[in-house]
């Protein structure tokens, strides 16, 4: 039988001694998983370098507001967005601004990660970044326009030499939907 350790949320509940947060999404056949969560599957699990273990916490904690997990020496466990994010201290392997996005005119990095939200939490989000006084790499614009895809769109950094892409979006499942001349093979 699988057991999920989450980090806690407003709504928490410990049964076992696993804490579950309420964020995440609901239904289906968890129970047949082991599974607390109903619905939930899996989790994305994305483990990255940091320059600065104390930003990190500032930023992804603090800013982000996404909760911290488990405390070890030289790395920090977040709650992204219901997703598992590690910050490792190893100043060594950031990559920062190094390389470009194919056809991007903007300034985001190659390397860069990000969570897709409804429009209303983008813009709670992008309040709350120029408020802390984050830099960004782009500002809040819209990007596709006119396409299915439309989209807010703002890349920020972190302080610890890595890049965070936020993508509004009216249903977030849009971000997937692909134009029928997209599809066209040459």
Same mark, same amino acid.
Do not use: W
């Given at each position: 039988?699988?057991?999920?350790?989450?980090?806690? =949320?407003?709504?928490?509940? +410990?049964? #076992?001694?696993?804490? &579950? @947060?309420?964020?995440?999404? %609901?239904?289906?056949?968890?129970? *047949?998983?082991?599974?607390?969560?109903?619905?939930?599957?899996?989790?994305?699990?994305?483990?990255?370098?940091?320059?600065?273990?104390?930003?990190?916490?500032?930023?992804?904690?603090?800013?982000?507001?996404?909760?911290?997990?488990?405390?070890?020496?030289?790395?920090?466990?977040?709650?992204?967005?219901?997703?598992?994010?590690?910050?490792?201290?190893?100043?060594?392997?950031?990559?920062? =601004?190094?390389?470009?996005? +194919?056809? #991007?005119?903007?300034? &985001? @990095?190659?390397?860069?990660? %990000?969570?897709?939200?409804?429009? *209303?939490?983008?813009?709670?989000?992008?309040?709350?970044?120029?408020?802390?006084?984050?830099?960004?790499?782009?500002?809040?614009?819209?990007?596709?326009?006119?396409?299915?895809?439309?989209?807010?769109?703002?890349?920020?950094?972190?302080?610890?030499?890595?890049?965070?892409?936020?993508?509004?979006?009216?249903?977030?499942?849009?971000?997937?939907?692909?134009?029928?001349?997209?599809?066209?093979?040459?």
């Amino acid at each position: 039988m699988f057991r999920r350790a989450a980090f806690p =949320s407003s709504d928490e509940e +410990v049964v #076992d001694g696993v804490v &579950t @947060p309420s964020l995440l999404m %609901g239904g289906g056949q968890a129970q *047949e998983y082991g599974m607390k969560e109903p619905g939930l599957r899996t989790l994305f699990h994305f483990s990255f370098a940091v320059n600065d273990l104390d930003r990190a916490r500032k930023f992804y904690g603090e800013i982000l507001q996404c909760p911290e997990g488990r405390k070890l020496p030289g790395r920090a466990d977040f709650n992204f967005f219901g997703h598992h994010l590690v910050a490792h201290l190893a100043p060594e392997e950031v990559v920062g =601004s190094q390389g470009a996005k +194919v056809g #991007d005119s903007k300034k &985001t @990095p190659l390397r860069h990660f %990000g969570v897709v939200m409804t429009l *209303e939490d983008f813009r709670r989000t992008a309040e709350r970044l120029s408020k802390c006084g984050v830099e960004f790499l782009n500002e809040p614009s819209v990007t596709q326009k006119g396409t299915i895809r439309e989209q807010m769109l703002m890349t920020v950094t972190d302080g610890c030499g890595n890049a965070i892409e936020f993508k509004g979006l009216h249903n977030i499942t849009d971000v997937y939907a692909v134009e029928r001349s997209e599809t066209a093979r040459t």
